[in-house]
C-alpha cells in the first residue's frame, strides 16, 4: 500500500524556520521524483520545490533561496527545510511522488497527475 506521510508543521512567527518531513512507502523511493506542493485558501495546489531521482532540484521562484529540499537519513524520506517564513507561506503542504506539475491549478487536478499525494501538514506563520 502506497503511502505519504508528512510531519513538522505548525505555527511559527515570520523570520523563523520549519523543517517538514515526508516519508514514503509503498513504491520505489529511489527511482522517484519527490515534491512538496503548498495549497492555497483557494483550493489551488502549487509545487514549490522537487527533487528528481538524479538529485536535481527545482524550486518555485517565490521560495528559492529560502526553502531546501534534500533526502533525510532515515531511510525512503525527503525533507524541506523552510527558513525566512513569511505570512504568504501559510498553507496545507503536500508531499507528492511522481508526475509532478509545476503550474498552479485546482488540487483536484493537480492530485489526479501525481502519481501519488499525501493528506499534508499545516503551516501558519504570523507576522
Known amino acids: 500500500q502506497v503511502q505519504l506521510k508528512e510531519s513538522g508543521g505548525g505555527s511559527v512567527q515570520a523570520g523563523g524556520s520549519l523543517t517538514l518531513s515526508c516519508t514514503a512507502s509503498?513504491?520505489?523511493?529511489?527511482?522517484?521524483?519527490m515534491g512538496w506542493y503548498r495549497q492555497t485558501p483557494g483550493n489551488e495546489c502549487e509545487l514549490i520545490s522537487s527533487?528528481?531521482?538524479?538529485?536535481?532540484?527545482y524550486y518555485e521562484k517565490s521560495v528559492r533561496g529560502r526553502f531546501t529540499i534534500s533526502h533525510g537519513r532515515a531511510k525512503n524520506t525527503v525533507l524541506l527545510q523552510m527558513n525566512s517564513l513569511k505570512s504568504e507561506d501559510t498553507a496545507v503542504y503536500h508531499c507528492?511522488?511522481?508526475?509532478?506539475?509545476?503550474?498552479?491549478?485546482?488540487?483536484?487536478?493537480?492530485?489526479?497527475?501525481?502519481?501519488?499525494w499525501g493528506q499534508g501538514t499545516q503551516v501558519t506563520v504570523s507576522s
Open positions: 509503498g513504491f520505489t523511493y529511489e527511482h522517484s521524483d
Open positions: 527533487i528528481s531521482s538524479d538529485g536535481s532540484t
Open positions: 507528492a511522488a511522481d508526475g509532478l506539475p509545476r503550474a498552479r491549478a485546482p488540487c483536484d487536478s493537480v492530485r489526479g497527475v501525481a502519481n501519488y
